[in-house]
């Protein structure tokens, strides 16, 4: 069983930085497509903020994060980063982070909730005024 482990949130005031790292253990498959998701007090659904491909060569992030936030994973993606700059109030979430399986098309990224197999438990990133 895959297993993701979200690290790095705290309280932080408008324009700081904050590097959220996922682990992860239990890889039985060698690719793995991973992303990052959040969800904003209040609101039910999970938004997508970046994706890196399952060989790490290709991302894409949010049009809300993009030229903040930047997504990365380690060799052999045992963690995958997100490095968050020029943090807003609105980026205020839990972040979680997201991993699928993948069979083929190793250069794709998903960033669709419903995509992703696994997720971690969620760390709180609060962006203060």
């Known amino acids: ?5 979200e690290s790095g949130g705290g309280l932080v005031q408008t324009g700081d930085s904050l590097r959220l790292s996922c682990a992860t253990s239990g890889r039985t ?12 007090p209040g609101k039910q659904r999970r ?7 399952a060989n790490g060569v290709n991302t ?3 049009r809300s994060v993009k030229g903040r936030f930047s997504i990365s994973a380690t060799s052999g993606k045992d963690t995958v980063d997100l490095q968050m700059n020029s943090l807003k109030p609105e ?3 839990v972040y979680y982070c997201a991993a699928k399986v993948i069979n083929y098309y190793v250069g794709s990224y998903y960033y ?3 995509d992703y197999e696994y997720w971690g438990q ?8």
């Open 1 to 5: 069983q895959v297993r993701l482990v």
């Open 29 to 40: 498959d060698p690719y793995y497509a991973m992303a990052w998701f959040r969800q904003p």
């Open 47 to 53: 938004e997508f903020v970046a994706a890196v491909s």
């Open 60 to 62: 894409y992030s949010a």
């Open 91 to 93: 980026d205020t979430a």
């Open 112 to 114: 669709t909730a419903d």
């Open 122 to 129: 969620g760390t709180q990133v609060t962006v203060s005024s």
